[in-house]
């Protein structure tokens, strides 16, 4: 299998900021408070989740093989999952600002 060259490094590497910075953002939104969850929260917690959990996979779709070589149909998956999951942690960051 030939080493990942184009766009499969830099989807991963997007995937990761992304990820880091949405555990930045559950840092400083506060998870540790006390006190109970108003249904906001829970909002915001679950799309962040969901974010976390496309972000995650990004990379191992991305270079997950195919059967031809030149197919570029895992490589869209993973565009399509690095979209969900920016969308999902950038709404979880919105909501927490409006609400």
């Known amino acids: 299998?030939?080493?990942p060259q184009g766009s499969v490094p830099a989807l991963c590497t997007a995937?990761?900021?992304?990820?880091?910075?949405?555990?930045?953002?559950l840092g400083y939104w506060g998870l540790q408070e006390a006190g109970d969850?108003?249904?906001?929260?829970?909002f915001?917690?679950?799309?962040?989740?969901?974010?976390?959990?496309?972000?995650?996979l990004v990379p191992?779709?991305?270079t997950?093989?195919?059967?031809?070589e030149t197919s570029?149909?895992?490589?869209?998956?993973?565009?399509?999952?690095f979209l969900m999951g920016v969308v999902s942690?950038?709404?979880?960051i919105v909501v927490s600002v409006v609400f």
């Open 15 to 25: 995937s990761a900021t992304m990820f880091s910075i949405g555990i930045i953002f």
């Open 89 to 92: 942690v950038w709404m979880a």
């Open 37 to 42: 969850w108003t249904l906001a929260d829970k």
């Open 44 to 56: 915001v917690a679950g799309l962040a989740i969901i974010g976390f959990a496309f972000l995650g």
């Open 1 to 3: 299998m030939p080493t």
């Open 64 to 68: 997950s093989p195919v059967v031809p």
């Open 72 to 81: 570029d149909a895992k490589i869209r998956i993973a565009r399509m999952m």
């Open 60 to 62: 191992w779709v991305a």
